[in-house]
């Protein structure tokens, strides 16, 4: 029996979706955000992909956005609470399943295929990406998000060690004992720079300012539970503008008028297009 490559990166993410409250984790802002330029309307009546789907906390929002299908995949045990999550949610057209993104392959397509969050951690994100392209029918879209490597500076020189060997660590105590402690500062920070920035404008220009701004908006238990999900992966790779523009270049079928790629919060990118 083989085991997928990104078999360690989906049970160390285990621990994070299988030891959360029931429900999103995620608020509809936060969704709508990650999906933009996609709109609710797109994904209504139309067959929709989660590649990467964790405990299901963007389906469920997705799920309100009436597509006529819905599923999700996941390598990791994690579907078991994404399958928990759909059954609590009322809609009844959704799908889970266990299964490899990077070598998924759909019976028909679907009209739209959304990968938030996921390619990054991949071992070979290339390989995620075709996938999601390999997953659209002709006519429909798709839709992903990853990390940047272009305005990450601070997270790469610090937090990047601290993954490299806490990622190694049993779960628990880079929880509770490191990503706990470290949540409480950083949430401190984020809503004093939210409270003051109308005061010095100035600090807007700290480094990740933009995205500490987007997240002040939540509570500290999500604060922790981004920390933890930096610290606990086994792979995290910074993708560069110039690779996305690659992985589009290297699509046939794309149609190059829908293509897009747009810089989020400073520290990610957002990109997409149609499928001819």
């Known amino acids: 029996m083989t085991t997928a490559p990104d078999k360690r990166t989906a049970t160390a993410f285990d621990r994070s979706w299988l030891n959360l409250p029931k429900g999103s984790v995620y608020t509809l802002d936060q969704v709508l955000d990650w999906m933009n330029p996609l709109q609710p309307q797109d994904f209504q009546g139309k067959s929709v992909l989660e590649m990467g789907c964790g405990n299901g906390s963007q389906m469920v929002h997705v799920a309100s956005w009436n597509p006529r299908l819905l599923q999700g995949i996941d390598l990791g045990d994690s579907v078991q609470a994404a399958i928990d999550n759909l059954e609590r949610s009322g809609f009844d057209g959704w799908l889970v399943d266990q299964a490899d993104l990077t070598t998924y392959q759909s019976e ?126 086994p792979t995290t790779h910074y993708i560069t503008r110039a690779q996305i523009e690659e992985w589009l270049g290297s699509v046939d079928e794309l149609d190059r008028s829908s293509a897009y790629i747009i810089q989020r919060n400073g520290n990610s990118w957002k990109f997409g297009g149609g499928v001819l």
């Open 108 to 233: 028909d397509g679907f009209d739209v295929v959304y990968c938030i969050g996921v390619l990054h951690h991949l071992r070979s994100p290339g390989d995620g990406f075709r996938a999601v392209i390999r997953n659209v029918k002709p006519g429909g879209r798709f839709h992903c998000w990853v990390y940047a490597k272009e305005g990450n500076l601070m997270v790469r020189l610090l937090v990047e060690p601290l993954r490299r060997g806490l990622s190694k660590a049993p779960w628990w105590f880079t929880k509770y004992v490191v990503a706990t402690p470290l949540a409480i500062p950083v949430f401190v920070y984020a809503r004093s720079l939210k409270a003051l920035r109308r005061w010095f404008p100035l600090l807007t220009k700290l480094p990740l300012s933009t995205y500490f701004l987007w997240i002040a908006e939540r509570e500290v238990g999500f604060f922790r539970h981004v920390i933890f999900d930096q610290l606990v992966a």
